[in-house]
């Protein structure tokens, strides 16, 4: 039976309107109108799509507030996540993804990119199944209320030239025909599942030798599939790969075939012109985190300049520092600035753009991120009177006032999922402190 919200304000695609019904019918909004509310149901404030957290590793999450102590850079952080992730188990990943997951709907979080590596067990030994570590993502992306692009990533080595260590050898099939056969498998287990993609990844020029990414390529080409990488985060990665293939990560992936409009290089924090031209040319899109970028003390990537050479721009959490996409979108205005010492880089449709529809279409869900019949039915309200936005109407409401705290309600899928502010699997808090607790 077809459902009716009432919207307060909402963004559609032309601009901003009160007084908007949306009606939905299963997971897809069959129509979109202005009028009174008769009895829709009312969404207070300002109604947005659904966001698309287009980077994150679950796990990270248990890291929250424990690598912020004493000093460090990227190397040193690592260090505390291959910790966290010795310890991971299908039912431990389960728990804690469940509720990391539902952390994002409550912040506004519809879809979200998870890019995967933790597979096997220790010693890198697979799992009698050997995907059961993603299935243990997909369902607690289920459970949460988002849709999910599981992003599998291939991981060979520790290093450019450097063995699997410790930690590491749970990521790794052996090599990339390996990962492939594994990655076949887990593709044909939800095939014609909408709610779920199921794309490749490299992990990084550091963990995929390039005469190895040219099969995880083809496997994104094959299933015309999202195919993502970590790229330029580190300085110290682009100078291992100017000396070892003479060649910058960016130049790697493109020799190799793994760039393309279904590729996101993720960071890209140190590019160089040639790069930016080169992401710019294949149509690739570029993941900014800001948030986790600046915990790590990764730097500030180049975004404007990708964006004017037609590089579509989106936005993740990534180590779950903070999940906040409202945050994410304002710091990538806010850095700029920073580093240019001028304001007024990114209009407020832009930067929302990159946190909805731009998101979801690199996660291979492009009918997603829009309020328009047809689209998938993802409904975010956020409070114009709380403390934080009391005052402001437009979309700067959002995109420079709030936080995840002013998300009111949550349509998922056609699903409610966030209530007032609170998730239909209760009290998250308790949820989060259990699942880190085991882990720690």
């Known amino acids: 039976m077809p459902l009716t919200y009432w919207c307060e304000r909402a963004w559609l695609p032309d601009g901003l309107a009160d007084d908007v019904l949306v009606e939905i019918d299963g997971d897809r909004i069959t129509r979109v109108d202005q009028g ?3 009895t829709a149901e009312r969404l207070p404030g300002l109604t947005v799509p659904g966001l698309a957290n287009a980077h994150s590793h679950a796990f990270h999450r248990a890291l929250r507030g424990v690598t912020q102590q004493g000093r460090g850079d990227f190397w040193t952080w690592r260090e505390r996540m291959y910790e966290i992730a010795a310890r991971l188990d ?3 990943y389960l728990r804690l993804a469940r509720a990391v997951y539902a952390e994002m709907a409550m912040a506004g979080v519809t879809c979200v990119g998870e890019f995967h590596y933790v597979h096997h067990e220790a010693g890198g030994r697979p799992y009698d199944d050997a995907n059961v570590m993603g299935h243990a993502l997909v369902n607690a992306a289920r459970e949460a209320g988002l849709r999910i692009a599981l992003l599998d990533a291939c991981y ?7 063995p699997l260590a410790g930690p590491q050898l749970r990521f790794s099939d052996g090599d990339a025909d390996g990962w492939a056969v594994r990655a076949e498998e887990l593709a044909a287990a939800y095939a014609g599942q909408s709610d779920v993609q199921i794309g490749a990844a490299i992990h990084s020029v550091r ?3 390039p005469d190895q990414m040219g099969v995880v390529a083809e496997f994104s080409h094959r299933h015309v599939a999202p195919l993502h990488a970590h790229v330029s985060e580190q300085r110290a990665e682009n100078a291992a790969c100017v000396e070892a293939y003479a060649a910058t990560p960016v130049q790697v992936l493109h020799e190799r075939g793994a760039l393309g409009p279904r590729s996101t290089a993720v960071h890209a924090t140190h590019l160089t012109d040639v790069d930016i031209e080169l992401i710019g040319q294949t149509d690739a899109y570029v993941c900014m985190c800001p948030t986790t970028e600046r915990d790590l003390a990764d730097g500030i990537g180049p975004a404007r300049a990708l964006c004017d050479r037609g590089t579509p721009i989106t936005l993740g959490s990534d180590s779950h520092a903070v999940i906040d996409l409202f945050e994410e979108a304002r710091a990538v205005e806010l850095n700029e600035r920073l580093a240019t010492e001028t304001r007024g880089h990114w209009p407020a449709t832009d930067l929302l753009h990159a946190a909805t529809a731009a998101g979801h279409a690199s996660l291979g869900f492009p009918d997603a991120g829009m309020l328009m019949p047809g689209a998938w039915a993802d409904l975010v309200s956020v409070r114009l009177d709380s403390v934080r936005t009391a005052g402001v109407d437009g979309l700067e409401a959002v995109v420079y006032a709030a936080t995840a705290a002013d998300v009111h309600s949550v349509i998922s899928c056609g699903r409610r999922v966030v209530k007032d502010g609170r998730h ?7 949820l989060l402190a259990e699942a880190i607790g085991e882990l720690r």
């Open 36 to 38: 009174p509310p008769g």
């Open 90 to 92: 299908p039912d431990s």
């Open 424 to 430: 239909t699997l209760g009290d998250i808090g308790t």
């Open 207 to 209: 963990a995929v030798p």
């Open 156 to 162: 060979v080595s520790g290093g450019i030239g450097v």
